[in-house]
């Protein structure tokens, strides 16, 4: 399965609400995770099942699903959230990931 | 606190073997299945492979086939990434990660960096 992630660079200022896609070539039900990678940290797992939020996610995130179309919205962009974000399909093997968006500040 | 520490990474030449080793701590390590993950500036993150809890089952990316093995030590909460037939493309981060409620990833070690070169 590939993961078609968009945007791939994202500029921002802190307040302001955003948005990364990722689209799969076939269907997967809702087996999209989502992950923000930050320089000197272990990747941390922000949301899986398309919309559950793990334990510890701040609630200005959030994860939908429309078919194969998968969004991970961050509302009221903080200076934190800043970083690399990534989908991942755990549908079936080869598990695969999207190839990221990253989000500076504007 | 969950924690994954790899070790083993470093210049390893082309057709060399080594064994990268990660060490889990704050969880259930024999309850839990176990994967290997690699990242590379030419294929972003790329899975390379699963062991399950009790060794029962390996899956493996097809990139790495027949030349990679996963291991573990259920009684050293050790988990092992045997790489064979090193090349240039093999070249990477490579980090493990423990399995979450299903297979997504609900933690990530830091990454050992592996370059093949001569």
């Known amino acids: 399965v590939q993961m078609t992630q968009s945007p791939s660079y994202l500029a921002a200022s802190p307040g302001e609400s955003v948005s990364i896609s990722c689209k799969a070539s076939?269907?997967?039900?809702?087996?999209v995770a989502w992950y923000q990678e930050k320089p000197g940290k272990a990747n941390k797992l922000l949301v899986h099942s398309g919309s559950t939020l793990q334990s510890g996610t701040p609630s200005r995130f959030s994860g939908s699903r429309s078919g194969t179309d998968f969004t991970l919205t961050i509302r009221s962009l903080e200076s934190e959230d800043f970083a690399v974000y990534y989908c991942?399909?755990?549908?079936?093997?080869?598990?695969?990931f999207g190839s990221g968006t990253k989000l500076e500040i504007k | 606190e969950v924690q994954l520490v790899e070790s083993g990474g470093g210049l390893v030449q082309p057709g060399r073997s080594p064994k990268l080793s990660c060490v889990a701590s704050?969880?259930?390590?024999?309850?839990?299945?176990m994967h290997w993950i690699r990242q590379s500036p030419k294929k972003g993150l790329e899975w390379i492979g699963v062991?399950?809890?009790?060794?029962?089952?390996?899956f493996y990316a097809d990139s790495v086939k027949g030349r990679f093995t996963i291991s573990r030590d259920n009684s050293k909460n050790t988990l092992g990434l045997e790489m064979n037939s090193l090349s240039s493309e093999d070249t990477a981060i490579y980090y493990c990660?423990?399995?979450?409620?299903?297979?997504?990833?609900?933690?990530w070690g830091q990454g050992v960096m592996v370059t093949v070169s001569s």
């Open positions: 076939k269907s997967i039900s809702n087996n």
């Open positions: 704050g969880f259930t390590f024999s309850r839990s299945n």
């Open positions: 990660a423990k399995q979450g409620g299903n297979y997504y990833f609900d933690y």
């Open positions: 991942q399909q755990y549908n079936e093997y080869p598990l695969t």
């Open positions: 062991i399950y809890y009790d060794s029962g089952h390996k």
